[in-house]
């Protein structure tokens, strides 16, 4: 079977939607296929043409940059012209500017899409913008094959949001590398560690962590695995609350980086107020941490799916206290590695089922 995927961006750049799609391609690409990923040159300096794990990476110049991502006809272009015994076309992300671009380009065929769904988000700016964006991406998810949604709670956003037919949604949750968590070195800390990973917005609300620092007892710290726009706020806070050396800020980490943070962790702390896969909880639980989540759906999702006690998932608007209380409680109750979460290679052979339906 020849595989292709269309995404915003590809290795070497890191984030949940790369880690995502280069999990799959490679897992897709071991199990015998021919695999292409089409990206577009993003910042990072990469060839046009590589190979990674099996997997062959074309890279394509954006014309502009908007909101942090590229528009790129150039890959536009290529996805038009697939060559015909292209199987399957596979398109992530549809929240970045260009993914519309591809959508539209793509020729009829078999075509599934994984959204990565986030919603409308908060702010008159952002509304506005999926106001005029979303009517066209739901006219053009409908020359999707198949929408493979990484949780209930995105394939029901969108469906409410985007009208896309629900019976043409197969849900196949996020894997997580349990292999490369559980064998990982736990980093260098003084326990307990607090841990909060991912990308630094404001609506992923880390501050109301670095809050409940202050009502937790020495020695527990908090490390924050990550970058982006929200990093700078966060480093005053914690200078102001006085926690500044109780709070370690790493950056953004390579997996094999984050997997040791993961094993270190007592607890590790989603307040997101929206996600389409409570990512960062799996991949703790999984690591044998405590969980600590805002009570959104896709978190509630990956918590009850993996057994861990519901009690730890708290109001979105939960203040530092009350989420420093949770934490020593989900601190008291660690699981060890008792927790029930998919692995890459389960997503891998789901992901294959799909395609061999759809491509017949």
């Avoid at 399957?88 to 075509?111: C, E, F, K, M, Q």
């Amino acid at each position: 079977m020849k595989v292709a995927y269309a995404v915003p961006r590809y290795l070497p750049h890191l984030g949940g939607i790369e880690n995502h799609v280069a999990a799959l391609a490679t897992g897709v690409a071991r199990a015998g296929h021919q695999v292409t990923v089409l990206t577009q040159q993003e910042g990072a300096a990469a060839p046009v043409e590589e190979i990674i794990d099996g997997v062959t990476v074309r890279r394509f110049a954006s014309l502009l940059s908007f909101r942090g991502q590229g528009l790129s006809p150039r890959l536009w272009q290529a996805v038009r012209n697939l060559d015909r015994t292209t199987d399957i076309l596979h398109v992530h992300n549809v929240d970045a500017a260009s993914t519309l671009g591809v959508l539209i380009a793509a020729r009829p065929g078999p075509i599934l899409v994984t959204p990565h769904y986030l919603g409308s988000g908060s702010g008159l700016l952002t509304q506005t913008m999926h106001r005029l964006y979303d009517p066209h991406l739901g006219r053009a998810l409908g020359k999707a094959s198949t929408i493979i949604c990484v949780s209930r709670a995105e394939a029901d956003q969108l469906v409410h949001d985007l009208d896309v037919d629900d019976g043409n949604i197969r849900v196949i949750p996020n894997g997580v590398d349990v292999a490369g968590l559980r064998g990982a070195v736990p980093a260098d800390a003084i326990d307990p560690v607090v841990l909060v990973a991912g990308r630094l917005e404001t609506y992923k609300q880390a501050a109301v962590v670095v809050a409940a620092i202050a009502y937790l007892p020495e020695p527990y710290s908090l490390v924050i695995a990550g970058s982006g726009p929200a990093a700078a706020s966060l480093n005053r806070l914690a200078a102001i609350s006085g926690v500044a050396h109780r709070v370690r800020f790493t950056g953004q980490l390579t997996f094999a980086e984050l997997a040791r943070w993961y094993r270190r962790a007592s607890v590790v702390v989603s307040m997101s107020l929206r996600e389409c896969f409570g990512m960062t909880l799996a991949e703790g639980l999984a690591a044998g941490c405590g969980v600590v989540a805002s009570n959104i759906p896709a978190h509630r999702e990956v918590i009850e799916a993996a057994g861990w006690d519901t009690r730890t998932l708290i109001s979105p608007t939960a203040s530092g206290e009350e989420v420093a209380a949770t934490i020593e409680y989900a601190a008291a109750a660690g699981i060890g590695f008792a927790a029930a979460v998919s692995t890459w290679e389960d997503v891998v052979k789901e992901t294959l089922r799909v395609y061999e339906a759809t491509s017949t």
